[in-house]
């Protein structure tokens, strides 16, 4: 009886222990790579979908259309590789890296 009892006991804390390691197929965080923020007011493009029917920008890890509003800015229009930002009566254009645009074979 004790020899069961302990294989339960170790075998729960082996359970726990599995559980603390994280999930290896989980995405990466877009800020540990991009970061947060950037001298033009804190604001990071990390990512654009653009097609006829959608168009989503991730600035600061935050998802936005066109006409939404990341902090004091609206975002005005979203391009295939820029973001244009208004804010406080200025126009600020965020670029994506070069390296970052796809594009169809």
Known sequence: MARYL?????????ANTAMAFSDP???ADPVLYFGNGNSRGGWALQSIIFSNDRRIAIING??????G???SARVA???N??????????????RL???LVKTRP
Request: glycine share 10%; no cysteine; proline share 5%.
């Open 6 to 14: 302990a294989v339960i006991v170790l075998g729960v804390l082996l």
């Open 81 to 94: 590789s820029h973001v244009v930002l208004k804010t406080r009566g200025r126009t600020l254009k965020l």
């Open 69 to 71: 509003r990341i902090g």
């Open 97 to 99: 890296h070069p390296d």
């Open 77 to 79: 229009r979203i391009e």
């Open 62 to 67: 935050q998802r936005v259309k066109e006409g």
């Open 25 to 27: 197929t989980r995405p």
